[in-house]
Nanobody, 127 residues
Framework: QVHLVESGGGSVQAGGSLRLSCAASGFSYNGYIRNCLGWFRQAPGGLREGVAGINSDGSTSYADSVKGRFTISQNNAKNTLYLQMNSLKPEDTAMYYC??????????????????WGQGTQVTVSS
């Protein structure tokens, strides 16, 4: 059973940086069934949206709103996922969730069909 546990959230001022981590115990890529890891976020009163994804082949993908500011990566053992967030904006304020699932295209992992969610970590950006 895969368990995802996020950490690293907090409060920062606009323009600052945070690095989120996700410990993915029991995780392994599995063909097309589980070919993606990624991050989603949900702002207060908003819908949960994909932020960044990484495919089993190492390909990464990002929502347009975070391109050039956020970077997704994972360690060599593929049991820890990271999201480096730079140049943060107040509109980045949200609960951030680690997730794994599948996508038909390596370039679309940030919009993967999720089969396992983490509990989330709060990110708050003030102006």
């Amino acid at each position: 059973q895969v368990h995802l546990v996020e950490s690293g959230g907090g409060s920062v001022q606009a323009g600052g940086s945070l690095r989120l981590s996700c410990a993915a115990s029991g995780f392994s890529y599995n063909g097309y069934i589980r070919n993606c890891l990624g991050w989603f976020r949900q702002a207060p009163g908003g819908l949960r949206e994909g932020v960044a994804g990484i495919n089993s082949d190492g390909s990464t993908s990002y929502a347009d709103s975070v391109k050039g500011r956020f970077t997704i990566s994972q360690n060599n053992a593929k049991n820890t996922l990271y999201l480096q967030m730079n140049s943060l904006k107040p509109e980045d304020t949200a609960m951030y969730y680690c997730a794994t699932g599948w996508s038909g295209s390596a370039s679309d992992c940030y919009t993967m069909a999720v089969n396992i969610w983490g509990q989330g970590t709060q990110v708050t950006v003030s102006s």
